[in-house]
């Protein structure tokens, strides 16, 4: 069974250009998660899916982040404008349910670069 | 005081030795710890899931939890040249969110 599926896998964009991430959860998972990783703040989570709907987005930083998922099967996060502090590895994540004992599955990850 | 700490290291073992890894967390209501591997430019990977007090052994692993002194650990045993990664630790105080730690970086030793 394929894992969580990410695209792209890099991304190289300029300062003020818009950015799409897009996620495909694991088929059955209801829950989706979207992370940030950098060296300095480490894995943070900018929000939650709970059946296509989201519970918390209070780690997105600003405005400028957006998620949707319209279905069970796809997710997107959106960057406008981007900046250069946006430059980080974006995770998306799924469960199978949002229950405490629940594991969650990484997808590969896209490495977002703004010059 | 953060939620999950970790050492960052790097800690380093000789090939064949155990390789201890440590967690500390603040929330004293969380339920369930999970240790994942990241190697270098990759995604985190889940090892060992713990619930209950004790011990929980997978293979070369062994995940330890204890919730009186909130603390949770990973032992790899024999451990390997390929076991050298990021281990990270999260933990679920409720429901849905995760919080994890910075990670610990390991380096086995060859």
């Known amino acids: 069974d394929a894992g969580v599926i990410q695209s792209p896998r890099h991304e190289v964009t300029e300062m003020g250009q818009e950015v799409t991430l897009r996620c495909k959860p694991i088929?059955?998972?209801?829950?989706l998660f979207w992370y940030r990783q950098t060296m300095m703040r480490g894995l943070e989570l900018l929000i939650y899916f709970n059946n296509n709907v989201p519970i918390d987005d209070s780690g997105m930083p600003e405005d400028r982040f957006s998620a949707k998922m319209p279905n069970a099967s796809f997710s997107t996060l959106k960057i406008q404008p981007s900046e250069p502090r946006d430059s980080a590895v974006y995770f998306c994540?799924?469960?199978?349910?949002?229950?405490?004992?629940?594991?969650?599955?990484f997808g590969p990850g896209t490495r977002l670069t703004v010059l | 005081q953060k939620e999950v700490e970790q050492n960052s290291g790097p800690l380093s073992v000789p090939e064949g030795a155990i390789a201890s890894l440590n967690c500390t967390y603040s929330d004293r209501v969380s339920q369930s710890f999970f240790w994942y591997r990241q190697y270098s430019g990759k995604s985190p990977e889940l090892i060992m899931s713990?619930?209950?007090?004790g011990d929980k052994e997978d293979g070369r692993f062994t995940a330890q939890l204890n919730k009186a002194s909130q603390y949770v650990s990973l032992l790899i045993r024999d451990s390997q040249p390929s076991d050298s990664a990021t281990y990270l630790c999260a933990v679920r105080p409720g429901t849905y969110k995760y919080i994890f730690g910075t990670g610990t970086r390991l380096k086995v030793l060859a």
């Open positions: 088929s059955g998972h209801n829950s």
């Open positions: 713990i619930y209950s007090n």
């Open positions: 994540a799924s469960s199978l349910r949002s229950d405490a004992y629940n594991e969650q599955f």
